[in-house]
């Protein structure tokens, strides 16, 4: 029996294969031919149950027939087995959805008894979500009027009001610092910053002893500063961090994780419920594959990028990068800020199409404007802003787009 050819154990390539749906309903159908190792196909057209004119009745081998199989998924045909499967699908898909659908129900009336437990405690709404607020402090960035909160930064609000532990992966200057700064900013959380590119040692995060006046004191580093005091930190160019911060981190990172100063005789440091921990990477996770445009960053991996919730930050879109070059420089009219953002979305399609080396920033475009109101110049402008930066081809490439723009946008 041809069915049990151990060839096809795998598949059983007998029964009907379909295609459209209506009288545009076209079939072929495999069955068992007299002779051993051959097959019967016959083709044919009619609508669902109705076996209609048959054209094509011929007999094959098993070479060919898995030929035809092939031939027949690339146009579009499907078996009746894998209709079934479908159909299956989707029903599970449904009750899938449904179920989530009551747990996400369940999960915000929780949240909300939660909310209503606190209403004594003051709220800052930041687009959805409302973050209590912090104490006034000294290190509360400064808001930036200009600042938009897009779609980007719902999600993210919501872990730190949750006390996740929020990673933003993504190009240089794509908004990723000063999101978190502008959340502090308009939320009222005093924030740390400790860069890992080259600057920062495990004495600074962590704390050291010195002597001072003839006494050995111990000097908190920044972790332990931010965990006590209660202020976010931000680490930024996680990436390029030595082994043994990213070991220390490690602990802390659990959610009300403590931090160990083995230094100080094992003291341990709980964290102040306002602490929150974020990092900034340009080539982690996702973005691993632009590691070449940031030399020296390393891989991190699987185990520590779990511990965190990772975002990554693409630049702003036309339209809202338009809206944030009016918004800091109100001076200027929409179409020019529309044709100088349109220029940095060019510059960013060259750069993915690595036409160009150099990633094109919105610091870089806000400053580039600036210097153009002081200027007037559009060239003499883009000079110190974006060609001394580059490389001369992309320098002379950015030049050939700015001109483009300039004369056409008009
Ligand atoms: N949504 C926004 N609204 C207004 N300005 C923005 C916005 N996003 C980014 N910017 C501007 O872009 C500048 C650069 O952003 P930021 O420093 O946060 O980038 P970054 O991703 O941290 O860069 P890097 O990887 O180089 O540290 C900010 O100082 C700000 O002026
Ligand atoms: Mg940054």
């Known amino acids: 029996m041809n069915a049990t050819d151990p060839a096809l154990q795998d598949e059983d390539p007998l029964g009907l294969y379909t295609r459209g749906a209506g009288r545009a309903r076209e079939w072929w159908r495999v069955s068992p031919s007299g002779r051993a190792h051959m097959y019967r196909i016959e083709h044919g057209q009619g609508e669902d149950g109705a076996v209609g004119e048959v054209d094509i009745d011929t007999e094959i081998d098993l070479d060919n027939l898995e030929a035809k199989l092939l031939k027949w998924r690339r146009e579009g045909f499907v078996s009746e087995a894998q209709r079934a499967d479908e159909a299956r699908a989707a029903q599970a898909g449904s009750a899938f959805s449904v179920a989530l659908q009551r747990a996400v129900e369940a999960a915000c009336e929780a949240k909300a008894a939660q909310v209503r437990l606190q209403t004594h405690t003051p709220f800052v709404r930041i687009g959805n979500v409302d973050l209590p607020r912090g104490e006034p402090n000294a290190l509360v960035p400064r808001v930036n009027a200009a600042y938009l909160f897009t779609g980007r930064g719902g999600d993210i609000v919501q872990d730190i009001v949750?006390?996740?532990?929020?990673?933003?992966?993504?190009?240089?200057?794509?908004?990723?610092?000063?999101?978190?700064?502008?959340?502090?900013?308009?939320?009222?959380?005093?924030?740390?910053?400790?860069?890992?590119?080259?600057?920062?040692?495990?004495?600074?995060?962590?704390?050291?002893?010195?002597?001072?006046?003839?006494?050995?004191?111990?000097?908190?580093?920044?972790?332990?500063?931010?965990?006590?005091?209660?202020?976010?930190?931000i680490i930024d160019e996680l990436d390029f961090a030595e082994p043994s911060i990213l070991a220390v981190l490690t602990a802390v990172l659990e959610p009300n994780g403590r931090l160990l100063l083995k230094e100080r005789g094992n003291e341990i440091v709980e964290p102040h419920p306002s602490f929150r921990l974020f990092a900034t990477a340009n080539a982690a996770g996702a973005m691993s594959a632009y590691r070449h445009l940031y030399q020296g960053a390393n891989l991190l991996n699987e185990a520590f990028l779990d511990r965190w919730r990772v975002y990554l930050f693409d630049y702003l879109s036309l339209e809202e990068e338009t809206e944030v070059l009016l918004r800091t420089l109100p001076v200027i009219t929409r179409q020019l800020a529309h044709t100088l953002a349109a220029i940095a979305a060019d510059c960013r399609a060259a750069f993915a199409r690595e036409d160009l080396a150099s990633a094109f920033s919105t610091r870089?475009?806000?400053?580039?404007?600036?210097?153009?109101?002081?200027?007037?110049?559009?060239?003499?402008?883009?000079?110190?802003?974006i060609y001394a930066k580059v490389s001369a081809?992309?320098?002379?490439?950015?030049?050939?787009?700015?001109?483009?723009h300039v004369i056409f946008d008009a």
């Open 393 to 404: 081809d992309d320098a002379a490439l950015i030049r050939s787009v700015i001109r483009h």
């Open 364 to 385: 870089r475009l806000i400053d580039w404007a600036e210097l153009m109101l002081r200027t007037g110049d559009v060239e003499r402008a883009a000079g110190p802003a």
């Open 162 to 233: 949750e006390n996740r532990r929020v990673m933003l992966i993504g190009h240089t200057g794509s908004g990723k610092t000063s999101f978190i700064e502008q959340v502090a900013a308009r939320a009222g959380y005093g924030v740390l910053r400790a860069n890992m590119n080259g600057q920062t040692t495990i004495g600074d995060f962590v704390g050291f002893w010195t002597v001072k006046g003839g006494e050995t004191i111990w000097v908190d580093g920044v972790l332990p500063v931010a965990m006590r005091e209660g202020y976010w930190l």
